[in-house]
């Protein structure tokens, strides 16, 4: 069937700020969706809050609506635009929950608008806990024993008969809110009260409990004449009892016997089917009982789901672009396969490789937070290893996490302590997986980590493999190693950091240089979704150590982007966005743009938006081999925030060229002491500061300088470890703390202007000329990170002489430090008199919020100046802002009800979004400085 000639534009819903649970993988599904239709020849409106994404840009989109996710917002926009249908499966659970009630409130009928993707019936079915388990027992699908409650008796009735352990599963809630397990009778009342308080319509299931048992996932995708397949089979290392948000997953699934895969496949195409008759994608979760793989069916989502994006980046197959596709009309053996370019859509993919998904958590943000593993989700991101077996994956995506490790353990990181190690299996946290390994190297034995796990023994089987490798690496030293040995090693996934730590007495660079010597170097496989079958035409690859090397070098001029890596709280979704813009401009100036990420969330692992992608960690041992096959022009890192920043020195060392700010420049801004000094020279006015290495220097400095003062490492995103102290005391517990953490670092000790305003500028530099971007002004007070602050854009109360001066220190420190791209500099204000906080020369969180507010491309524009293809004066730059744009941090302490909610220096908000107000008389804008007045007047 040809796509339906009657929809000439479609509305895109987005997810709105992101959130713990539903993050920047609808980004990417949302702008995939949108250049989908777009191809199509169709017009594309966007409604999104979140100004942070590439999806809100207009490079997406033909109409972007940068609104609150409302009723009343998507009315307004349909009296302004003649919109033909709806799309809501590309905006997670907001989306759905948005289109349903406009449903209800009879808007889609009033402007004539065609829901398109799902039927509003099948979000009732799939989200009404008590519909979909009388749904499956129609069909003959398996669930496990549960009674609905909508109300605190009726949900103790339901727990006296099912008996314990229990789960609470609220309906229409996301990312498991509200849910958990009950172990015991005592804990009941507790957990069915918030249950009951998370659920929109007070209504919970209340079932029985399959801990233990194994979990799997399949994406399917389903066209208008009933062909549905299977994109992929996705499998938890964690057991039944850990939200799938934050469990480990692999693909395609490793312990699945076909016939229960068989069987499996079989259940999700017969409930994909029983939910409505509408074209598009599906998301099953089943449980296997492991001792005779019995299956019982968990959850259906009829949309795009958050693993839509892990399976897409998995396979190479981009499943929310055909289901754009399917949403029109189109059938899936009328599509185009995107990576073969000579078969069609209508085929499901073959791996001949192994992906593991690791999430990434930030409990060092939300202190005093449980940090056990349980239903409800608690993770901020997530990394992908692509490898030819698990583990070579599994160490991949250890070494993409940025939390300091090289692998899957060998890096000094071990814990010796067998009752926390014990205790830590029992109850999982973010490093059960290096617990896991820490058992293993302290010998005990396999059953045991089995039985307190509940892990299949698969899983459990490859990492005593590494442990036994580690043992035999010990009995050689670098020049006796055996060849064959080396390469498997390598073939492992094992770094040169971590051979070289259990080496002993030898550097990275010497294991990187004999392992050259010997002839064993990466190879570049291609994600062709069918394991070579057919010719791909995706340039999209990932790393092994084999013989075949299908990553061809073009004679191109090349520019390498680094990506940020894994989103968490302080580097998020602002940051691929910025690399995003880079590869374009890059593109635009005639170079091969080549991306290296190992995200699935993001949109800049799309497999179409570099010339050439490497789905590989951000981590230098992988950066540096593809810098030797690539030989590119140069490396940006000033767009993917500190993730790149921090592979500056490296590449400096190197020489390895630094496309705009060169390393020396970026370094006098990170190192506090360097900064201080360059402030001094320059006569801008800074906070007293002085450099500890030790508790009793940092006394010696907060007297010197005098109370309140700011302590902070040098070097660190998101407020990391900064705290603000009043006392001797407090100043050495802090201290000590971060010299614990940071060995070898040294602290910086600021006087804290107390009271203090805090504003900020992003601007742009070519070496001649300095434009600022735009400057905001902070609600909350200096002390606040600014990335928890309502900030507005432009300053609304700043006076002339305040403003002028922050205009001299911004063009003063972009011409000293040498900048050549963007600079972000935060400004504290006091007494009329500015002071300079701290300055970043690279892309800024607030960037991408500037260039939708003013409607200007800022990133595009400041690529090109690093680039050295052009200069400021090149651009005509026209703000087109009526009135003011506020930027609105969002939380998700309600994932973490315990947590100390009080925001200090170091940030804890997950996502933002944007509200234009025309004047300051605006209601929310009142209220928000009334709370300024509050805080000022403390």
């Given amino acids: 069937m040809p796509k339906d000639s009657s929809i000439k534009s479609v509305l895109i819903i987005g997810s709105g700020p992101i959130i713990i649970g539903q993050a920047c993988e609808f980004d990417y599904s949302g702008s995939q969706a949108a250049l989908s239709l777009k191809d199509e020849g169709i017009e594309v409106s966007i409604i999104n809050s979140n100004p942070a994404t590439i999806m809100t840009d207009k490079v997406i989109a033909d109409h972007v609506y940068l609104r609150p996710l409302t009723c009343e917002s998507i009315e307004t926009i349909l009296q302004e635009q003649k919109i033909d249908a709806v799309l809501p499966t590309m905006g997670g659970q907001t989306a759905l929950n948005l289109c349903k009630e406009a449903e209800e409130r009879g808007i889609w009928a009033k402007y004539g608008v065609k829901v398109i993707g799902v039927d509003v019936a099948a979000i009732e079915k799939t989200e009404n806990r008590e519909e979909f388990r009388q749904l499956m027992i129609d069909i003959g699908i398996g669930v496990a024993r549960s009674k609905i409650a909508n109300s605190f008796l009726e949900g103790k009735e339901a727990a006296q008969e099912i008996g314990f352990p229990l789960v609470i599963r609220p309906s229409y809630t996301l990312g498991g809110t509200g849910g958990g397990f009950v172990h015991k009778k005592e804990e009941f009342d507790a957990a069915l009260s918030r249950g009951l308080q998370a659920s929109p319509t007070h209504e919970v299931l209340v079932e029985q409990a399959v801990l233990g048992w194994k979990e799997f996932e399949l994406e399917l995708l389903r066209d208008n004449k009933d062909n549905v397949i299977i994109i992929c089979s996705i499998e938890n290392f964690d057991p039944m009892g850990i939200h799938t948000g934050d469990s480990i997953t692999v693909a395609p699934a490793m312990t699945l016997s076909d016939r229960c895969y068989q069987d499996m496949r079989n259940q999700a195409i017969r409930m994909m089917r029983a939910i409505g008759n509408f074209a598009g994608g599906c998301n099953v979760q089943f449980s296997v009982n492991p001792a005779d793989e019995s299956i019982i069916a968990i959850e259906i989502n009829p949309r795009v789901s958050r693993s839509s994006a892990l399976a897409s980046k998995a396979t190479g197959y981009p499943i929310a672009k055909i289901a754009a596709k399917l949403a029109i009309g189109y059938n899936l053996d009328e599509i185009e396969n995107q990576i073969t370019k000579t078969t069609s859509a209508y085929f499901e993919p073959t791996l001949d490789y192994v992906i593991v998904k690791v999430p990434r958590w930030n409990f060092d943000k939300f202190k005093g937070a449980n940090k056990e593993l349980g239903l409800q989700m608690k993770s901020v991101g997530e990394v992908m290893g692509i490898g030819r077996t698990f583990i070579e994956a599994l160490q991949k995506a250890a070494q993409s996490l940025e939390i300091g490790r090289a692998g899957l353990g060998a890096d000094g990181r071990q814990n010796r302590n067998l009752e926390e190690i014990m205790k830590g299996l029992e109850h999982p946290s973010w490093n059960r997986l290096f617990l896991i390994k820490d058992a293993m190297s302290l010998g005990v034995p396999m059953e045991s980590i089995r039985k307190v796990t509940l892990i299949d023994k698969w899983f459990l089987v490859q990492i005593q493999e590494l442990v036994t490798l580690e043992q035999e690496l010990k009995r050689y030293s670098l020049n006796n190693i055996p060849k064959d040995f080396f390469v498997t090693l390598k073939q492992k996934g094992f770094s040169d950091v971590q051979i070289a730590w259990l080496l002993g007495n030898v550097t990275e660079d010497d294991v990187y240089n004999r392992r050259k010597e010997l002839g064993i170097k990466r190879v570049y496989k291609m994600v062709d979704t069918c394991a070579a079958e057919f010719p791909a035409q995706t340039p999209y690859y990932y790393?092994?150590?084999?013989?075949?090397?299908e990553s061809v070098v073009s004679d191109k001029k090349k520019?390498?982007?680094?990506?940020?890596g894994p989103n968490r709280i302080g580097q998020g979704i602002e940051f691929d966005y910025s690399c995003v813009h880079g590869l374009l401009a890059a593109k635009e100036c005639g170079y091969e743009s080549i991306m290296i990420n190992c995200n699935p969330e993001t949109v800049s692992t799309d497999f179409n938006m570099a010339d050439k992608l490497y789905?590989?960690?951000?981590?230098?041992?992988?950066?540096?081999?593809?810098?030797?096959?690539?030989?590119?022009?140069?490396?940006?890192?000033?767009?993917?925030?500190?993730?790149?920043?921090?592979?500056?020195?490296?590449?400096?060392?190197?020489?390895?060229?630094?496309?705009?700010?060169?390393?020396?420049?970026m370094d006098i801004a990170e190192d506090r002491g360097r900064f201080s000094d360059l402030l001094k020279d320059l006569g801008i006015p800074y906070p007293k500061y002085g450099v500890a290495e030790s508790a009793e220097e940092a006394i010696e400095v907060a007297h010197q300088v005098g109370y309140p003062v700011l302590v902070r490492p040098s070097y660190v995103l998101g407020g990391q470890g900064m705290s603000i102290v009043i006392n001797d005391d407090d100043l050495e517990k802090a201290v000590v703390k971060l010299l614990g953490d940071l060995p070898g670092n040294r602290v910086l000790i600021d006087h804290f202007l107390d009271r203090a305003e805090e504003a900020e500028s992003d601007s742009i530099c070519d070496g001649e000329d300095v434009h600022i971007v735009g400057m905001m002004e902070h609600i909350e007070p200096a002390g606040i990170h600014s990335g928890d602050s309502s900030a507005v854009l432009p300053p609304f109360n700043l006076s002339e002489n305040v403003i002028r001066q922050m205009e001299e220190y911004t063009e003063k420190l972009a011409k000293a430090l040498n900048v050549r791209g963007l600079l972000n500099i935060q400004f504290a204000i006091k007494d009329q008199k500015v002071y300079v906080i701290e300055a970043n020369p690279?892309?800024?969180?607030?960037?991408?919020?500037?260039?939708?507010?003013?409607?200007?491309?800022?990133?595009?524009?400041?690529?090109?100046?690093?680039?050295?293809?052009?200069?400021?004066?090149?651009?005509?730059?026209?703000?087109?802002?009526?009135?003011?744009?506020?930027?609105?941090?969002?939380?998700?302490?309600?994932?973490?009800?315990?947590?100390?909610?009080?925001?200090?220096?170091?940030?804890?908000?997950?996502?933002?979004?944007?509200?234009?107000?025309?004047?300051?008389?605006?209601?929310?804008?009142?209220?928000?400085?009334?709370?300024?007045?509050?805080?000022?007047?403390?």
């Fill in 543 to 549: 790393s092994t150590f084999e013989f075949e090397n």
């Fill in 559 to 564: 520019i390498i982007v680094l990506g940020s």
């Fill in 615 to 665: 789905f590989e960690p951000v981590f230098w041992e992988h950066v540096r081999e593809i810098i030797d096959h690539e030989k590119p022009e140069g490396v940006i890192v000033q767009l993917g925030g500190q993730t790149a920043l921090k592979m500056a020195e490296k590449l400096h060392e190197h020489g390895i060229k630094i496309i705009g700010t060169s390393f020396n420049d």
């Fill in 842 to 938: 690279r892309a800024s969180r607030t960037v991408p919020f500037i260039a939708k507010a003013y409607d200007v491309p800022y990133i595009n524009i400041a690529a090109k100046v690093m680039l050295g293809a052009s200069k400021l004066k090149d651009f005509q730059i026209v703000r087109k802002l009526e009135g003011y744009a506020i930027k609105e941090p969002v939380f998700s302490f309600d994932k973490f009800p315990d947590v100390d909610k009080q925001l200090g220096p170091e940030m804890k908000s997950t996502g933002e979004a944007i509200r234009f107000i025309r004047n300051l008389e605006d209601p929310y804008f009142v209220k928000l400085y009334k709370e300024k007045s509050m805080y000022l007047s403390k």
